[in-house]
């Protein structure tokens, strides 16, 4: 449970631990993306999350505190989220990952007032909905801006970055 709910360690970084345990959600992100259909990509992030929220409670009880640092699984699912909203590419990734990181940090309504439910539902929902932020900011970058961020890039970092 352990590294579960540190992701393996990375919510014990002296620094930035939500951001250094947001990297497994990267991981995660190709396998939402190879699921077809966006009823069975809700049904799997919405299991992702309410996967996380007793590894969370149990996090909050080891650490012994509400919402403690080295609890990072919340991190974790909402990263994939956050990349369910825009083709798949290194480029797109990135730019979800600042979102995600920056909306994590900000907790726009409610994610703020989110983390006062108990336990485990307080540490995931707040970043399930500044992810779910995330991702529709990412979706506006695609929709708005997609074709032209890789156009000053040469062809072959532009078919590595954007896919």
């Known amino acids: 449970m352990w590294a579960l709910t540190t992701a393996g360690g990375l919510g014990m970084a002296p620094v930035a631990s939500g951001t250094f345990g947001t990297l497994p959600g990267l991981l995660l992100a190709p396998a939402i993306h190879l699921i077809p259909g966006w009823p069975l990509r809700v049904a799997a992030l919405a299991g992702l999350g309410l996967i996380a929220v007793p590894i969370a409670s149990w996090g909050e009880r080891f650490f012994g505190e509400k919402d403690p640092g080295e609890v990072v699984i919340d991190e974790v699912v909402s990263m994939p989220l956050t990349a369910a909203f825009a083709p798949l590419s290194l480029i797109y990734l990135l730019i979800g990952f600042l979102l995600n990181r920056v909306l994590d940090i900000i907790k726009p309504p409610p994610a703020r007032q989110a983390q006062a439910l108990r336990a485990g539902w307080g540490i995931v929902v707040d970043d399930m ?9 990412l979706w506006l ?11 000053n890039l040469p062809v072959w970092m532009t078919r590595t970055l954007l896919g």
């Open 141 to 151: 970058v695609h929709r708005f801006a997609g074709a032209s961020i890789g156009a």
């Open 129 to 137: 909905i500044s992810g779910f932020y995330a991702g529709v900011l």
